[in-house]
């Protein structure tokens, strides 16, 4: 009677779609998402927050996964329902044949700094192949063959390229005594134990084919250098056997380096840095200007496509940026500085790529979401990337221009 419609008005407030509840007073809900907080309506593909003219469209799905054909070319549902290491910590992206929207500029404006100059043809919408499946198996073992990439096929006069990035999950930083945040109590030793998920990672790096690799949470080695007489930090000796591929690894000083193996030392018991890293196809690309690197901004590569397009116009320059923030979500202060050194690595380049591990899910009402949007960089749609028992959320990202 009145005693239920009033419950379920209350459960309704501010719902907008599918009678979802904006709020709930009960100790459950507080101790699952913390008092006082209220569910943000999202996208059934890409997780990215519904805006208020998608709710009172009432629809389940943002307007940038449901036009053209992004969705209809994605993989069937059940492609990487069983994947053990690709659903949730991988992204590989492959571009559709979407040009994206353009906006007339006056003689008089100045068009936006990433705009500028005379650079090569419009990057397509990117489009996600691998993403979490909500109540999909994250377990199941399934062989590393079973993974095969999304034939990329451009438009007419349009260069393809792929990217993937990755946050391989550095075992020194799994399960530190007094470090309850890293205990990953909801897993098995065995699932965590590097020496099995090394292999399993390196295959699926090399059977993405993707044109672009970038990781994140790479343990460095001490190594001599081919030619060297001394010993240096340097990418790890599982790397070497990726094939194909031209590393650049984030270019701090070796004194630097060393800083952070200390500190690694004193805070997780293993004495060695982890930074951030980028692999570009060699026979497809080549460097046309130095890579810039910072402690906090990552690593910034120029790479030129060997091959122009069909038409004879000029051949893809890109500017890819790896980036790992810092993972505490309340210093958006030193996300942005960090994101404002990645944009001045940008330069006047006009194609960005910036991608990584943000610790964040870039809110649209948020000072990292905020910023993305005031440099007109659009998101890549991506899955969840971090997901426990009661909770999932989206991390890592890619964002485009």
Known sequence: GEALERLRARKQAEAGIADVPAEDQSDQWDRLLGTGAKKKLRCGVCTRPLSEEEQAQRQLVCSACSSGPRVGNLPGRGTFAKHELGADIFYFCCRHGVKPPTREVASDESPPAHTRGGMSPLIEEVAPVAQLLRNAP?????????????????????????????????????????????????????????????PRILELLQKSEADVICLQEVVLE?????????????????????????????????KDWEHAAQRNLRVVGHKAPTAVAIFYKADRFEEFAPSKHGSGSGSTIFIRCRQAPEDAGPALELAVANVHLLGDPSKSGEHIKALESVRKNFGRHQHWVLCGDFNGECDEDGDVGRWLAREGLRDAPTGTSWAEPGRAQRLDHIFHT
């Open 222 to 254: 001490s190594r001599t250098p081919l030619g060297g007489d001394a010993e240096q930090w340097m990418l790890p000796a599982w790397l070497d056997e990726l094939r194909g591929y031209t590393p650049v690894l984030q270019g701090l000083k070796q």
């Open 138 to 198: 994250l377990t199941a073992a399934v062989p590393a063959q079973s993974f095969e990439p999304t034939p990329i096929v451009p438009a007419p006069g349009r260069t393809a390229v792929s990217l993937l990035s990755f946050n391989l999950l550095a075992p020194c930083f799994v399960r530190v005594e007094g470090q309850p945040w890293n205990a990953f109590a909801f897993c098995d030793d065995e699932r965590l134990a590097w020496e099995r998920r090394r």
